[in-house]
């Protein structure tokens, strides 16, 4: 079956715009977990939805938020970018958020 | 709450063994293993469940020490494959605010050379 896809891979973005990136998970998938990775910080996790409802946070800014429709895809959006959220997004879906996860390719995101 | 990993790199020939620590100050309900391959997506290695159980696939092992809330990965007779980073993901046990989500290690980069 396919994997998890993210769109777009790369973008790059001037500090104070927006962004809005996506994530379609396996098919059958209801939990969507988002992730920041940063060499110097790893995978920090950032919120987890299932069916449409958020579940868990992580310990980001209010800057940072996401939602999921009902086919389980997912967006996340960062408003007022700063330098420091210059990162890889990446976007996993599983059957509960504390099973196997499957982790897509990835956004890599420049702020400027 | 971040696990701590330990050691944070390791260079190792073709055919020596390797293990990884994952440490933890708070009660654990499960320990995850991931690799991730420079300029890929971390990819799923096993989930330990709070119980003590030692689990394994091919020369990739791991046990979960539930006293210490420690996890080690084994990696015996190792290959040019394995090199890569490991991260070790924790679920915090019931009744703690960090309960349904993993939280990851900084991971350990791995060198496999031949």
């Known amino acids: 079956k396919a994997g998890v896809t993210q769109t777009p891979r790369y973008l790059i973005k001037t500090r104070g715009q927006q962004v809005t990136l996506s994530c379609s998970p396996i098919?059958?998938?209801?939990?969507v977990s988002w992730y920041q990775q940063t060499p110097g910080q790893g995978l920090q996790f950032l919120f987890e939805?299932?069916?449409?409802?958020?579940?868990n946070k992580g310990n980001f800014p209010g800057r940072f938020s996401g939602r999921q429709f009902s086919n389980s895809r997912s967006e996340m959006n960062v408003s007022t970018l700063e330098l420091g959220d210059s990162a890889l997004y990446l976007c996993?879906?599983?059957?509960?958020?504390?099973?196997?996860?499957?982790f897509g390719p990835g956004t890599r995101l420049t702020v400027t | 709450q971040q696990p701590v990993q330990s050691p944070q790199a390791v260079i190792l020939r073709e055919g020596e063994d390797a293990v990884i620590n994952c440490s933890s100050s708070?009660?654990?309900?499960?320990v995850h293993w991931y690799r991730q391959k420079h300029g890929e997506a971390p990819v799923f290695l096993m989930i330990?469940?709070?119980?003590?159980e030692q689990k394994g696939h091919e020369k990739i092992s791991a046990s979960f020490n539930e006293k210490k809330q420690q996890s080690s990965l084994y990696l015996t007779a190792s290959q040019l494959s394995y090199s890569g980073t490991y991260f070790c993901?924790?679920?915090?046990?019931?009744?703690?605010?960090?309960?349904?989500?993993?939280?990851f290690g900084q991971g350990t980069t791995l060198q496999v050379k031949p």
């Open positions: 996993a879906s599983s059957l509960a958020v504390t099973s196997e996860q499957y």
């Open positions: 098919s059958g998938h209801r939990s």
């Open positions: 939805y299932f069916s449409e409802t958020q579940r």
């Open positions: 708070k009660a654990l309900y499960s």
């Open positions: 330990l469940l709070k119980g003590g």
């Open positions: 993901g924790t679920e915090m046990a019931a009744g703690s605010s960090n309960t349904g989500k993993l939280i």
